[in-house]
Structures are given as structure tokens and as C-alpha cells.
């Protein structure tokens, strides 16, 4: 009879307590809400009308009054929070100092534990948030990520990522301990095995990739690849791309390297620009350099404005220009088939313009005897000076001593003389300012005034003869 009376009394008691909750033991709180599922010693021991509540573990949300919608499950979880909504907090301690934070989710061990009035965060591992009070929007993911952090607005993803961050904000690190002793740097992202792992105070960094930007402290740096920048220190506005690009660059700025293994010669200088595999090699330093192309390298301790373009290109002093090794160039062409071939795209032109020398501009030589010129296939060749070809044999003189030659009577070429004021056949005066001469053809051409002064010469001559014979004749009849 004993037995039954208890057994009463106990059913009694939920149903006057408990009311519609489910409590696994008697309630401690006269007034545990409703729809809230109570499981744990001094569970909700505090609740008075919250609702919709699910707390399980030894104190889990034991000093919770008002808030609704939580979900406490741990030893401890919850333990502060008074008016909180809408939280999930998993493992012990889990979430132990919120107060009024909402929407937070916390999983693991100790997760979120100092976190007090922060709303809207994800806090996932052993010790995950530890130590935040007021966040709002975080995310951290693996043991111990954003352990110290106070800093907004921050996601943390693999182990230890992100563990010294401070007041840092704005950062996104992903990866085993990447941005490790981050404190109160800003708006980094690294991504990778110990990316970004020294960097403390340095600000809108990228670092992707397997110990990208390892060593770097400074800010306003962009690393991507495995080890790329790996132990650049104090350079900043640097852009390293491919994979152990940039390892040695140490401090140098404004630079960008793109390529497997692309460096900056031994590491100094700023402002050069260096793409291709392995592009950059060599003994050199420097500002304002450009190398592109596989192989691309300079080799001089004080090189500035130098440009090497091609694979293997090479460059060894400064304001210089390569273009490939042992190559052709073409502009206008894609077959080029010389050193440099250029095609201008219209006939007769070469497509080369000389701005500052001009045919007014002083000769700088006047005892050469050689000049450069073209040949039939367009080639610039070297030319003994006065040396000029003709193309035909009609275009040489010669044609002056062929039977049927036009020869003028010298009373036309008296009269042409007199109204053009220069021979026939010849230019003028003004043609030739207007027009210039073709050397070789002035030379046919005076060839062939004196080839018909010989003609003329001759038959004076005949006709001299002739008269000679004439006048010994008329002598010879006088006597």
C-alpha cells in the first residue's frame, strides 16, 4: 500500500508541475514555461516562461528565464543565458557565459564558452570562440580556431586557424593553422596549410595555397600557390602567383611575379614585373624591370627599365630591350624569316619611319664610301657608295650607239634649249627639287648626252673632213 501511495504521489506531482513539458526529473522552477524538454540535474532551474526550449546535461541552461527556441545540450551548456533565442549549443560548456546572445550555433567542448551578448555565429571544435564575448556573424570551424578573437565579422576554418586573432576583422583564414598569429590584422583571406601564418598586424593580404605568404607581415600583398611569397617579409602592394614563385623576395614592393617558380633575381628591388615558368632567374637586382617568358632573366646587380620578351630572352644592362633568343621578329608578318622582317601591308613601302632624321637633317658622315640599301627580296643590305644597279640593259646608255637612234638635229635641240632651258631627256631644275633623281638613271641619262655629243663630235668631224678635201681640192684647180 506503501508503494501505490508513492507511486501517486509522484504522478501527481508531474502532472501538477510539469505541465505540458517533458521533465525527466521534478522540475526545480515552479514555472517552467512550456513545450520545453528538460533533462538534467538543475536543468532550466530559473525558467519562468520560456518556451520551446530543449535543455539536456547537468546545469544546461540553468540561469535561461524568458528565452525561447534554445537547444542546450552538455553539462554546463547554456549555463548563464537568461533571455537568449534560438541557440544550439553542443558539448560541455558549450555557450556557458551567453547571456543574451541569439542565433548562435555552438559545437564542442568549451565552444563559445566566454561569448556573451554576440549574436549569429557558428563555433565548431574544442575551444572554438573561447574567449569572444560580443561577435556577431563569425564563423569558426576546428580546434581552437579564433580562440582569443574579439574581432567581427571573421571565419576561421581548420585547426588553430586564426587562434592569436585579436580585434582582427573581417578576415578569412581556411586551413591548418593558416593565419596563426593574426592579431589585430583586417580583411586578410588565407587558405592553405599555415597560409599566412606569421602575418600579425598586415591588412588586405590574399594568400592561397600551401604556406602562401608563410612569413609575411606586411600588408596589401596577394600570394597564390604553394609556397608562393613564401618568405617575403616587409614588401608590400606584391603580386605572387604560381607555385614557389616569389620564395626569394624578402622586401621588396609593387612587384608582380606570375609562374612556376618565378623570382625577383636575388630578391630586392621594386616596381618589375616577371611571367613565366621559372621566368626572373639570373644574378640581378633592381627596379622596373620586365622579364616575360619561360626561362626569361636578366643578369646585372643594378638593372632598371630593362625588358627581356621570350623564352630564354636574356638582358644584361639597363633602358634595354630583348626580344627572344636567336629569334626572328615580325611586325606585320607571322613567318617572319629574318632577324627582324616587317611588312607594311602596302606595296613599295616600308613601313619604317625614322621621326627624327630626316632628308633635312645634316649627313653625319662625308667620307664613307657605304650605304645601306635594298635588295630584290627587301633585305637592308651594306652597298658600296656609288655603286648603283640598273635593272635592264635598255635602262643603260648604250642604246645611243643602236642603228636608228633618234639623234636631234642640233637646231631642235637649240630650239628645246632655248624654251625648257635644260637638255632634252633630262630633268629640270624644279623637278628635281620637287622630285629628287635616280642616281642610277641620271647617270644613263648624262651618259647618254655625252654618247651623243660623240655622235655629234663624229659627224662635225666627217663633215670637217669633207670640207678639208673640198677646199684642197678648189686649191689644186687654181693652180
Known amino acids: 500500500m506503501r508503494y501505490i501511495y508513492l507511486l501517486v504521489l509522484v504522478l501527481v506531482s508531474h502532472t501538477l508541475l510539469a505541465q505540458n513539458n517533458y521533465v525527466a526529473t521534478t522540475p526545480v522552477s515552479a514555472t517552467p514555461g512550456s513545450q520545453n524538454t528538460l533533462v538534467g540535474v538543475m536543468v532550466g532551474s530559473s525558467i519562468s516562461s520560456g518556451v520551446q526550449n530543449a ?50 550555433v555552438f559545437v564542442g567542448s568549451s565552444a563559445g564558452q566566454g561569448n556573451k551578448t554576440g549574436s549569429a555565429n557558428v563555433f565548431v571544435g574544442y575551444q572554438s570562440g573561447l574567449n569572444s564575448t560580443s561577435l556577431v556573424g563569425s564563423t569558426f570551424i576546428g580546434h581552437q580556431t579564433g580562440l582569443n578573437n574579439t574581432g567581427l565579422n571573421n571565419s576561421f576554418i581548420g585547426y588553430r586557424s586564426g587562434v592569436s586573432n585579436t580585434t582582427g576583422a573581417r578576415n578569412s583564414f581556411m586551413g591548418y593553422q593558416a593565419g596563426l598569429s593574426n592579431t589585430v590584422g583586417y580583411s586578410n583571406v588565407f587558405m592553405g596549410i599555415q597560409a599566412g601564418y606569421t602575418n600579425q598586424t598586415g591588412h588586405n593580404i590574399v594568400a592561397l595555397g600551401d604556406s602562401a605568404g608563410f612569413n609575411n607581415t606586411a600588408s596589401n600583398n596577394t600570394f597564390v600557390g604553394t609556397k608562393a611569397g613564401l618568405n617575403n617579409t616587409t614588401g608590400t602592394n606584391n603580386i605572387i602567383i604560381g607555385p614557389n614563385s616569389g620564395t626569394a623576395t624578402i622586401t621588396g614592393n609593387d612587384n608582380i611575379l606570375m609562374g612556376l617558380n618565378s623570382q625577383t633575381g636575388v630578391g630586392q628591388g621594386d616596381h618589375n614585373t616577371i611571367i613565366g615558368g621559372e621566368a626572373g632567374g639570373g644574378q640581378w637586382a633592381g627596379n622596373s624591370n620586365t622579364l616575360i617568358g619561360h626561362h626569361a632573366r636578366a643578369e646585372s646587380m643594378t638593372l632598371h627599365h630593362a625588358t627581356a620578351i621570350g ?15 636567336q629569334v626572328n621578329v615580325g611586325i606585320g608578318t607571322s613567318a617572319p624569316t629574318d632577324r627582324l622582317e616587317v611588312n607594311s601591308g602596302a606595296d613599295h613601302e616600308s613601313g619604317v619611319r625614322l621621326s627624327r632624321l630626316t632628308a633635312s637633317s645634316p649627313a653625319q658622315l662625308t667620307t664613307t664610301e657605304k650605304v645601306l640599301t635594298v635588295d630584290e627580296r627587301g633585305r637592308i643590305v651594306l652597298a658600296q657608295a656609288g ?7 635598255a635602262d643603260w646608255s648604250d642604246k645611243v650607239f643602236s642603228p ?58 666627217k663633215e670637217i673632213d669633207e670640207l678639208k678635201q673640198l677646199v684642197n681640192r678648189l686649191l689644186r684647180q687654181k693652180k
Open 311 to 325: 623564352a630564354e630572352a636574356t638582358v644584361t644592362i639597363s633602358d634595354a630591350l630583348v626580344l627572344g633568343n
Open 387 to 393: 655603286r648603283f644597279l640598273v635593272r635592264t640593259v
Open 55 to 104: 535543455m539536456v546535461g547537468f546545469q544546461a541552461g540553468t540561469g535561461l528565464t524568458t528565452g525561447a527556441g534554445n537547444v542546450f545540450v552538455g553539462n554546463l551548456t547554456g549555463a548563464s543565458s537568461t533571455t537568449a533565442r534560438d541557440n544550439s549549443f553542443i558539448g560541455t560548456a558549450a555557450g556557458y557565459a551567453n547571456t543574451m546572445g541569439n542565433q548562435n
Open 404 to 461: 636608228g637612234y633618234p639623234l636631234l638635229p642640233l637646231d631642235e635641240v637649240e630650239g628645246y634649249i632655248q624654251h625648257n632651258h635644260h637638255l632634252p631627256g633630262l630633268p629640270s631644275a624644279k623637278e628635281v627639287v620637287e622630285k629628287g633623281i635616280d642616281a642610277a638613271r641620271m647617270d644613263a641619262s648624262l651618259l647618254a648626252k655625252i654618247e651623243e655629243l660623240t655622235l655629234y663630235s663624229i659627224r662635225q668631224q
